[in-house]
């Protein structure tokens, strides 16, 4: 399909833009695959994939030959990496630029879904830190967790708000990430039906859309932090002219990514792109000079505290009457359970981190909380019915029973279909597949009841 001849016509001016070979890019060339592992899970790629390159501006990023059918790998069910265009990835470079990773962090990842940046984010921040990640639309909400509850970290959230009731949280976040919603041209090329809905007049709410975000959540944000803007869009509105209305309305600083690695970013083909009016520093990814998707990128400091900070309440730590019972049952299910904290709601229970605490309560207080820590179960008699958000985490101590399958096997319990292996302790037992959890079955005498949420199930068979 041609592109908008309204898009090139836009672009002509714009630093970097090659017409003749932006243009034979999208029309012949294969967009390329790329994941990111998770360091949590696995120091190296599975064998069964077959990697090319690396990704030059990311830790944990890897281009594949080919894409393979996903959907029937259970080591992508079982989190242990993220399918991830390669450009986005630029987050991390951006990140390590502008912030000490050593540091506990607050971060604030606005517009989420589906997770991969969030999932990126949570790869780089200590134990200590704190991930919110945000999706204003409640089944994309439900995606997020999703891919945040296979990632397995403790510290990460999910809040299912719109942008405005950030503003509540008065100068909280040390960190915003804002990957703003936008008309999505630089997928063209991934997404060809794209082009039938793009039109100027979808860019100018976009970029209408950008600014409203931007300035509702803009308090959320302490003076000194850094606000990380993306989008995965070409066009100069939702790009550069965002980059001088956040210098002009929101009086942020404009920070140069490059600076220092200039012979590197034009090693990678990154074009460093300023803003007409106040020069404000930005990055473009042109799919025929990057192995990549089409990206923007750029940072800001805060420079004003013109905020109300947000109540910080006093915490005392708080123990229900059968704390001692809960803990000799939680204990049997969590590794170093002395580390964490719990709280129940609605008679399910969730792990968290117990510096987290006050913040638990501030997010509480003011935003929808979607996910809190690690949702471990519910107790029933004198066990735990176990949730399959704390089989996919990395808090199983080593005596929990594990029922490991064969690929044929891992599919059928991906789809949840009938299966019976030779052995099995009776009970409950993590299913695995090559040592990575993939869920929760209760194996009896006759039979084996699987418990893999019906909503995540495979639903079609391999060819």
Same mark, same amino acid.
């Given at each position: 399909m041609p592109l908008p001849q309204a898009l090139l016509d836009s672009l002509?001016?714009?630093?970097?833009?090659?017409?003749?070979?932006?243009?034979?890019?999208?029309?012949?060339?294969?967009?390329?695959?790329?994941?990111?592992?998770?360091p949590s899970k696995i120091a190296t790629l599975p064998p069964s994939l077959q990697i090319a390159d690396p990704v030059q501006w990311s830790r944990y990023g890897h281009y594949l030959v080919e894409r393979p059918i996903f959907t029937f790998d259970p080591l992508f069910h079982a989190g242990t990496y993220y399918v991830q265009e390669a450009s986005s990835m630029f987050l991390e470079f951006a990140l390590r630029k502008t912030v000490d990773l050593e540091n506990d962090l607050r971060i604030l990842d606005l517009c989420a879904?589906?997770? *991969?940046?969030?999932?990126?984010?949570?790869?780089?921040?200590?134990?200590?830190?704190?991930?919110?990640?945000?999706?204003?639309?409640?089944?994309?909400?439900?995606?997020?967790?999703?891919?945040?509850?296979?990632?397995?970290?403790?510290?990460?959230?999910?809040?299912?708000?719109?942008?405005?009731?950030?503003?509540?949280l008065g100068g909280y976040f040390d960190v915003m990430v804002v990957d703003a919603p936008c008309s999505g041209s630089g997928l063209f090329r991934r997404d060809p039906e794209a082009v039938e809905e793009w039109s100027l007049d979808n860019v100018t709410l976009c970029y209408q859309r950008q600014q409203r975000i931007l300035a509702d959540a803009w308090d959320s944000l302490k003076e000194g932090g850094i606000l990380l803007y993306s989008t995965c869009s070409y066009s100069k509105s939702?790009?550069?002219?965002?980059?001088?209305?956040?210098?002009?309305?929101?009086?942020?600083?404009?920070?140069?990514? *490059?600076?220092?690695?200039?012979?590197?970013?034009?090693?990678? *083909?990154?074009? *460093?792109?300023?803003?007409?009016?106040?020069?404000?520093?930005?990055?473009?990814?042109?799919?025929?000079?990057?192995?990549g998707e089409g990206f923007f990128i750029s940072a800001f400091q805060k420079t004003t505290a013109d905020y109300q900070p947000v109540a910080r309440p006093r915490v005392k730590p708080q123990r229900t009457k059968s704390f001692r019972m809960e803990k000799s049952i939680f204990e049997q299910w969590v590794k170093n359970l002395d580390n964490y904290s719990w709280f129940d709601k609605n008679d399910s229970f969730f792990l968290f981190n117990p510096s987290h605490e006050q913040d638990l309560k501030i997010l509480q207080s003011n935003l929808y909380i979607r996910k809190a820590g690690i949702l471990l179960g519910k107790i029933g008699g004198k066990d735990l019915i176990p949730e399959h958000e704390l089989a996919l985490s990395t808090l199983?101590?080593?005596?929990?029973?594990?029922?490991?399958?064969?690929?044929?096997?891992?599919?059928?319990?991906?789809?949840?279909?009938?299966?019976?292996?030779?052995?099995?302790?009776?009970?409950?037992c993590a299913v695995t597949f090559e040592g990575h959890q993939l869920g929760w079955a209760k194996v009896l005498s006759n039979r084996i009841n699987n418990y893999y949420p019906k909503e995540l199930r495979i639903m079609s068979r391999p060819s």
């Open positions: 002509s001016q714009v630093k970097g833009f090659q017409h003749d070979s932006f243009v034979k890019t999208h029309l012949l060339a294969d967009s390329p695959t790329s994941i990111r592992i998770n879904a589906p997770g *991969g940046k969030s999932t990126l984010i949570a790869s780089l921040i200590t134990d200590g830190s704190l991930l919110v990640s945000n999706e204003v639309i409640r089944s994309r909400a439900n995606i997020l967790v999703d891919n945040l509850s296979k990632w397995g970290q403790i510290n990460t959230y999910v809040t299912n708000n719109d942008p405005k009731e950030f503003a509540r939702e790009n550069e002219d965002i980059l001088d209305w956040v210098v002009d309305k929101l009086e942020a600083k404009s920070i140069n990514l *490059g600076k220092g690695d200039e012979q590197s970013l034009q090693k990678w *083909g990154v074009v *460093g792109t300023e803003s007409d009016k106040y020069g404000a520093y930005g990055f473009r990814f042109f799919p025929d000079q990057v192995k199983l101590p080593k005596h929990i029973p594990t029922l490991s399958l064969q690929i044929d096997q891992a599919i059928s319990y991906l789809r949840r279909d009938d299966f019976m292996p030779e052995t099995a302790t009776k009970g409950w």
